[in-house]
Each structure stands twice: as structure tokens, then as C-alpha cells.
């Protein structure tokens, strides 16, 4: 079986903690401000940002799930509870990612509108995806996915 590529995922997760230091540098507290019709640039960069630290955990997740040989993965969000499967990830912190796979696809295909109270929540929270960097590189560096 082939073993976790250390410099893969390290760069994935310098790329998610530099979009999450931005996300919760320049995500204003109140929705309100967020919604506001003159905030339509932020509203854009910070979902553009959002979208590249999710995918950041989707590349992860599959990375990790794919070289562990965990099978089938039919699904973004079946990588993503992979992580917590393998115990990677706590329990808690795989179902509180689970959603935002979902807000990936939505940010990227418009499946549906964009509901902006939702999405600024997902800002609001950037502290789970540092949790998840921070719980992938303590695996790893217990010998994770060797």
C-alpha cells in the first residue's frame, strides 16, 4: 500500500491555514455587514477563499482515504468521514465538515441559491478548519499513513 505524501499534504494545509487567517481576518462579525449591498466584493473574495480551504480539506481527505486504501469512496463528503474513520479527525470534527462538502458544491456548481447566512456562519467557524489541519499534521506525525 502506498503511504501518505507528507510534502502533498503539508502544502495543502499551508495553502487552508493562509485562506483561514484571511477568512477570519476580513469576515465582519455581524451578518448584517456582510450582506450589505455595497459588500458584494468582500462577499465574493470571501467565498472564493472559503472554496479553496474547503477544497484544500477535500484533497486532503481523499489524499489520505485513496493511500489508505478506505473503499468506496463514491462521494467528497465519504472522504471527509473517512478522516474520521481512520481516526484522523475526532468524531465531532468529521460531522461538523461533513456539511460544508456540501456548501463546496453549491459555492461551485450553484446547485441552488446561495444562502448568505449560512455561508457567513461557515466563515464565522473558520476555527474547524483549523482544527482539521491541526488534527491531519498531529496524525501524520504520529506516523499516520505510512
Given at each position: 500500500m502506498a503511504s501518505v505524501d507528507r510534502e502533498v499534504v503539508r502544502g495543502r494545509i499551508e495553502r487552508l491555514l493562509h485562506e483561514v487567517d484571511a477568512i477570519a481576518e476580513r469576515t465582519p462579525p455581524e451578518y448584517e455587514a456582510y450582506a450589505a449591498p455595497d459588500a458584494e466584493a468582500l462577499r465574493y473574495e470571501l467565498e472564493?477563499?472559503?472554496?479553496?480551504?474547503?477544497?484544500?480539506?477535500?484533497?486532503?481527505?481523499t489524499h489520505?482515504?485513496?493511500?489508505?486504501?478506505?473503499?468506496?469512496?463514491?462521494?467528497?463528503?465519504?472522504?471527509?468521514m473517512a478522516?474520521?474513520?481512520?481516526?484522523?479527525?475526532?468524531?465531532?470534527?468529521?460531522?461538523?465538515?461533513?456539511?460544508?462538502?456540501?456548501?463546496?458544491?453549491?459555492?461551485?456548481?450553484?446547485?441552488?441559491?446561495v444562502d448568505g447566512r449560512f455561508v457567513h456562519a461557515a466563515l464565522a467557524?473558520?476555527?474547524?478548519?483549523?482544527?482539521?489541519?491541526?488534527?491531519?499534521w498531529r496524525w501524520i506525525e504520529r506516523g499516520g499513513g505510512r
Open positions: 472564493h477563499r472559503l472554496l479553496i480551504a474547503l477544497q484544500a480539506v477535500i484533497d486532503i481527505s489520505v482515504a485513496v493511500v489508505s486504501g478506505v473503499r468506496p469512496l463514491d462521494t467528497y463528503r465519504d472522504c471527509v478522516m474520521r474513520a481512520l481516526d484522523v479527525v475526532p468524531s465531532e470534527l468529521g460531522e461538523r465538515l461533513a456539511p460544508a462538502v456540501g456548501l463546496r458544491n453549491v459555492l461551485v456548481h450553484e446547485y441552488q441559491a467557524d473558520a476555527g474547524t478548519l483549523r482544527a482539521f489541519a491541526a488534527a491531519v
